[in-house]
């Protein structure tokens, strides 16, 4: 079975400061990773996506994030965040060879950027 | 238009009542899921759907019934709501094959149970 916790609930970060947003899993087998943003009344949204190969990944609105196998984990970071980026972030796992098998989320973490 | 469409988009009911949340999607995709958004909890999944006539079970399907139509609908049904079913349901899609691809989500609906 496939577990993800996102380390923090809530990050409070002022406007064109970096932030961090923390993620670790847990699977027996290997898998592929997934970072979604959903805005106030909104649905999700695809931020980025590891498969393979480079474990820097990039992905939309200035987001990146980093595959670590041996830590398992994938957290994302943006050095300069926006007001705009307001939002909940989720992480999210599937395994490998396991085609259509639903992503397993973590519980969100709430960014909040204040000027 | 949207890609997948959820409707309602907000629905209060009364405890007991049958209620019915419909999903339909113009993506094309096989695979079709229920999730469920509580504060704090992140999403949980309810079913999910593989093509017309594979129906599972996800992690919370107690007290929840779901129907897929066609290729394209997959509704979720309360056959008796309680409160604390009160949350922010989203359907999402996916391709098959490939354990890679990504799940496109609906707008949600946001459901109060009173």
């Known amino acids: 079975a496939q577990s993800v916790t996102q380390l923090d609930s809530q990050v409070p970060v002022f406007e064109e400061a970096p932030v961090e947003l923390r993620c670790n899993y847990s699977s027996s087998v290997s898998v592929y990773l997934f970072w979604y943003v959903q805005y106030p009344n909104q649905g999700l949204q695809l931020l980025l996506k590891y498969l393979s190969g480079s474990t820097l990944v990039k992905g939309i609105n200035g987001f990146e994030a980093e595959f670590n196998k041996s830590q398992t984990s994938f957290h994302l970071r943006k050095p300069s965040v926006h007001i705009s980026d307001t939002a909940e972030y989720f992480c999210a796992v599937r395994p490998l060879r396991q085609a259509g098998t639903a992503l397993i989320f973590g519980k969100g973490t709430t960014l909040s950027v204040s000027s | 238009d949207a890609d997948v469409t959820q409707t309602p988009r907000n629905r209060i009911t009364k405890t007991g009542k049958r209620i019915m949340l419909e999903c339909s999607q113009t993506?094309?995709?096989?695979?079709m899921y229920w999730y469920r958004q509580d504060p704090g909890l992140g999403l949980q999944l309810i079913y999910y759907?593989?093509?017309?006539?594979?129906?599972n079970k996800g992690e919370i399907s107690d007290g929840y019934s779901v129907s897929r139509q066609a290729q394209a609908k997959f509704s979720l049904s309360l056959e008796s709501a309680i409160p604390n079913q009160t949350a922010l349901y989203f359907c999402?899609?996916?391709?098959?094959?490939?354990?890679?691809?990504?799940?496109?989500f609906g707008q949600g609906t946001r459901l109060t149970v009173v």
């Open positions: 759907s593989f093509d017309v006539k594979d129906i």
């Open positions: 993506k094309g995709h096989d695979r």
């Open positions: 999402a899609t996916s391709d098959y094959p490939g354990g890679d691809s990504e799940a496109f």
